[in-house]
Structures are given as structure tokens and as C-alpha cells.
């Protein structure tokens, strides 16, 4: 939520030695224009599939990354013909309770907001390079920077927070969302102790029911608690991409 085409800048070269890869920014992101429709999760998933019409031929592996989860879910409901397998990254699941997810996001409005008056004075290009990109180097945050740190992104990202607990809601009440084909979900290793984790990662355990309600649902734990595993174990990321473009394409 809230963050553009960067977000893939160590995993996207890695999935690139075996297959063709598209990345893209959402709606006032990187290099996209804003949007004045919205940001509620339909409009999201709508600019997912125009993406897809636009750019993708079959056989194409959806990968989704937090709230990015649900969106290629749903698609790859709505485009069978193009999707042939899901991948979520620690996805934002819609099992869990808006009350639970309420709780966990406690404090998005105050950092979302806080974004912005970073970005008007030019302090926020030094705070994303410190935590959310901290992992990049050279032309990638470079790159992330320039166009993560404007006025335009940090909006962005805060009217997608705004319409995020009402759109999850609705999400909550209409799921789950699990399209015939194979899924694989990472989820982030949050409670290092087996016996904990059903009862105390909420999260991690709704990502696994999402796999057993899968015909063919493959579910694995990262080595870290990141919930950005894309910058702290691309490695993984791109082997379980891979992963599924094997059970895919043989």
C-alpha cells in the first residue's frame, strides 16, 4: 500500500534470468499520473486488470506483496485465461477481522499524514532511505527516492490508507477469494515458536488457510520477521516465484 514499482527493485532482476517480468506503479506512484477517481480497493483492482489487458499474455504468475494479495487474487479470478498461478508475499488477507487488522495498522494515519509534511520539506527522501529502502543501493534508491519522496507519492499512499479499512471491510464481508490455480504464500516469520503461531500470528495463519482452501496451495515461512521480504530475502521470493513457474510450465 502505498508504494510504487521499487518495491520489487532486488527481486524483479532475479525472476528476470528465467522469466519475463512487468512491474508497475499504482495510480500517483512512480511514474504514474494521480488519480482523481479514488482509492478504494475496486479502483485498484480495476488499474490490476487494465495492466493485465494491456501488457501480459498467458501463461503469467500474479505477485502480490501486503495489500497487493487480494488484488491478484481477485484477479486472477476475474482473468483465468491469463493467470496460471498466484504468489503473495506476507499479502494482507482478507480472513482476518477488520477488527484485527484495525488494531494491527493502530498509527497509519498519523504516519501516512506525517509523509506528506516530510515530503514538503524535503526530509522524507532521508527517512525512506534510512528504513523502507534501506536495503537498496545505488541507481535502485536512487530511483526510489526520486519518486517515492514527492508531495505527489506521499498522497498517494495516504488516500490509499484512507480508503483501506472500509475497502478491507468489504473484503472481509465478500471473501475469501481463492482462484482455481496454484497459490504459494510467504509469510513472515513473526513467531519464531511453532506452538505460537496458530493462536498469536493472526496474519500468518489466515495466509495459510488462504493455501489449504487452494486446490493446490503451497504455504512457507521466511528465516526473518520483515513484512517487507522482498527487500530483506529477495532470494526466497525469487525461488518461490520460480517455484511456481516450474509447477506451471513444467
Not at 2 to 25: C, H, I, M, N, Q
Not at 80 to 92: G, M, Q, R
Amino acid at each position: 500500500m502505498g508504494k510504487s514499482r521499487s518495491t520489487w527493485a532486488l527481486v524483479e532482476p532475479l525472476v528476470a534470468e528465467f522469466a519475463k517480468t512487468v512491474v508497475y506503479d499504482r495510480a500517483g506512484l512512480g511514474l504514474s499520473d494521480p488519480d482523481d477517481g479514488g482509492r478504494e480497493f475496486p479502483r485498484l483492482l480495476s488499474d490490476h486488470i487494465a495492466v493485465l489487458d494491456a501488457t501480459v499474455e498467458a501463461p503469467c504468475i500474479l505477485v502480490g506483496h501486503s495489500y497487493g494479495g487480494p488484488i491478484v487474487r481477485i484477479a486472477a479470478t476475474q482473468r483465468p485465461e491469463i493467470a496460471s498461478a498466484v504468489v503473495l508475499v506476507d499479502e494482507v488477507c482478507e480472513l482476518v477481522t477488520p477488527q484485527q487488522m484495525k488494531v494491527a495498522m493502530r498509527g497509519a494515519s498519523v504516519l501516512y499524514s506525517s509523509q506528506v509534511a516530510l515530503a514538503r520539506t524535503g526530509i522524507l527522501r532521508s527517512v525512506l532511505s534510512r528504513s523502507y529502502y534501506r536495503t537498496l543501493s545505488g541507481d535502485k534508491l536512487a530511483t526510489a527516492l526520486d519518486e517515492g519522496a514527492t508531495v505527489t507519492a506521499a498522497r498517494a499512499a495516504q488516500e490509499e490508507w484512507r480508503a483501506f479499512l472500509a475497502s478491507f471491510q468489504a473484503l472481509h464481508d465478500d471473501g475469501p477469494f481463492v482462484p482455481n490455480v496454484p497459490i504459494t504464500s510467504i509469510s513472515s516469520n513473526r513467531i519464531l515458536d511453532e506452538k505460537g503461531r496458530e493462536n498469536r500470528d493472526f496474519l500468518g495463519s489466515a495466509q495459510r488457510k488462504i493455501c489449504e482452501y487452494a486446490s493446490d496451495g503451497r504455504h512457507v515461512y521466511s528465516d526473518g520477521r520483515s513484512h517487507y521480504l522482498q527487500f530483506t530475502e529477495p532470494k526466497l521470493v525469487a525461488n518461490e516465484i520460480q517455484l511456481a513457474v516450474s509447477r506451471v510450465c513444467g
